[in-house]
Structures are given as structure tokens and as C-alpha cells.
């Protein structure tokens, strides 16, 4: 019973919640929040939170359902993108080329259904293409130890230039991705009385909701990319092995790993979520156009979303989700500048100014993170 006294006398845990407890003061929040900004990805997404709520309070349609779509193309490329960079990145490498499998993979697609292989035959072919190309560029960093740097440069000028002697430079339509009108009755309340009357309904076939043409297709693709990807990078021996290479490549291949199999095996990933992308976009905008302006832009986008999400460009560290959030910022951004008026001229700068102040959140965060890890 005196054990059941003490006990009863220490009154309640300052954790513990109770009736007539005061809510958490200014102190518990300050803790809260310095434990979500220590997470890897927590310093981008206080950003992304702040950035979000600035354009909110801004502009009067920020928050949607039309602008949300509007949002999509921004930021779910970007996302599956930054997917397979990641990997690459994890390394200690970087993939340059995904531009021109962005690019070059909708033309290949094009071709192969004007052959008459119909359309999934033919993206699929276009995607067991752009894996080749992963492989070979692979092959060359694993095997003959060329900088990546190099050798996706490289390659992105080869497929580009590639892409516009098989496209002779010139737009085509993508296949599949056609809007067919039907005419349907509609019923009409006039003055009272019930009439019926044809009206003409656009749509898109089932090949272009799937990939790509429907409102949400690619945000669906998207975050399944990215939830499949961040399973096997944190769950898998593939996983596990890429960051131990990119940690210590020699202490790696001493332990028994596959070196130069996972690095192939991560440039393959990565062109094929490159050239998944290029498929998307082109049902997405009807039209494949042979210009490499766009996808030079996007890669480094790309890149920059899979940085800013945390993962290190030394290589060891990373996550998928962390890409995801660092393309949600990105695409917030340009939504939300565009939104606002802003002068075309003005985009990137504000862009690249934006980059970097989350880069240096994350660069403050990360030494806060060592130093309480230090201590503790």
C-alpha cells in the first residue's frame, strides 16, 4: 500500500494526457518539431508545408480540384523520375541520359506501332529498348570504369540526336491517345417538360486512361512507382546492397556483393522509369515532339528533386520518398508562381532560388541530425 502511495504521489508523467491537463505548451511543439524536421525528409517537407500554405493564402484557387489536376503533370513525372535517379545517385553516380530516354523512348514506341505490333506490344518494345541502353551504359561505369558523368552525357547526345534523324524532326501524333467524339441522348428539364437531345461527347480509349491520358493515371503510377521502389530499396538485398556500394564500394565487394551487377542493374531502372515517363508524356500531351529542350530541363528537374528529397550526391544515402516529396515541391512551386502571375522570364530564377535555400535546410538539418546522433 506505501508502494501504491509513492506511486500515486509522483502525479502525471509530463507525456501523459489527462483530464483537465493543460495542452502542449510552446515547448512540446518546439520538440515536436525539431523531431520532424531531424528526419531525412523532414526539412523539405516543412518547406513544401510552408510553400504550399504561402500560395494558398495568395491566390484564391491554389487549393482546387482543377488547379490539383492542373498540378499533376508537374510534379508526377518529376516523381517517377527522381524513382530511378535515386538509385543511380545512391551509388555515388548520376544518370544524365534519362533526357534522352524521355525522348527518345515515344518515337520508338511510334515506330513499332505504325509497324503494325500494336500499341502495349509496342511500349513495351520501346521500354525493353530504353533498358538496353540502361544496360549498355551501365556496362560501360561498372565494367570499363568510364565517370557516369561521362558516359550518360554521352549517351544523351547520341539518343537525342538519334531521336531527331528517326523523327526527321517533326511532331507526330501518338498513337492511341486520340480523343473520339460519340454522340449521346441527354435529357433536359425545359418550362417543365422532359426533352431529349443528342449531344457530342469527347473521350479517350482505355490505352490512354491507362497511360498516361486520364486525370490521374499518372499520379497513380506515380506513388505505385514510388511505394514499390522505397520497398525494395529499404527491404531488398538489391536495396541494401546499392547503399552499401555507394557507402563503401570496396568494403562492398569484399563482403561478397555484386558490384558491378547492381550498378548495371540500377542504370537499367533508371532508363526505364526514363522512358515510362517519355510514354506518359506523349499520351498525355497527344503529341510527341522531337525537341530535346524539354527533356534537358526535366532531367534536371529530376535530379534536383531526388537531392533536394535528401539523397546525397557522394552517394549512401537516399530514399524514394524523399524524391517524391522533393518533386511535390518542385511542382507547388511552378504551380504556384504561375498561378500568381509571375513573368515566364522570371521561373527559373525563382526556381533555382528555391533549390537552394532547401538544399541549405537540408544541409543544417543533416549536421543537427549528426551532432544529436553524437551525443546521444
Known sequence: MAGVAQESGKGPSPGAAGPGQSRPGPADWREILNRAIALREGSIIVVTIIVAVYFSVNTSTFFTGSNFETLLPYFAPLAILGAGEVFVMILGEIDLSIGAMFMFAPIVFEKFDSAGLGLVPSVILALLVCMAVGAITGAFVAFLGVSSFVTTLGILFTFEGLSLILSHG??????????????????????????????????IGTFAKVFGGGTYSELIWAVAIVALLQVVLTFTRWGLYTIAIGSNKLGAAEAGVKVKLVTVRNFVLCALTAGLVGVFEAVRSQTIQPDPSG????????????VIGGTLLSGGSGTVAGALIGALFLGILKDGLILQGINANYLLFYTGLAIVIAMTANVFVARARRGNSGSG
Not at 480523343?179 to 457530342?200: A, F, R
Request: glycine letters at 4%; hydrophobic letters at 45%; zero cysteines.
Open 170 to 203: 517533326t511532331p507526330v501524333a501518338t498513337p492511341g491517345a486520340q480523343v473520339h467524339s460519340t454522340t449521346v441522348q441527354v435529357h433536359h428539364v425545359v418550362n417543365g417538360h422532359s426533352i431529349t437531345l443528342p449531344e457530342k461527347v469527347n473521350h
Open 295 to 306: 527533356p534537358n530541363e526535366l532531367l534536371l528537374l529530376a535530379i534536383a528533386a531526388a
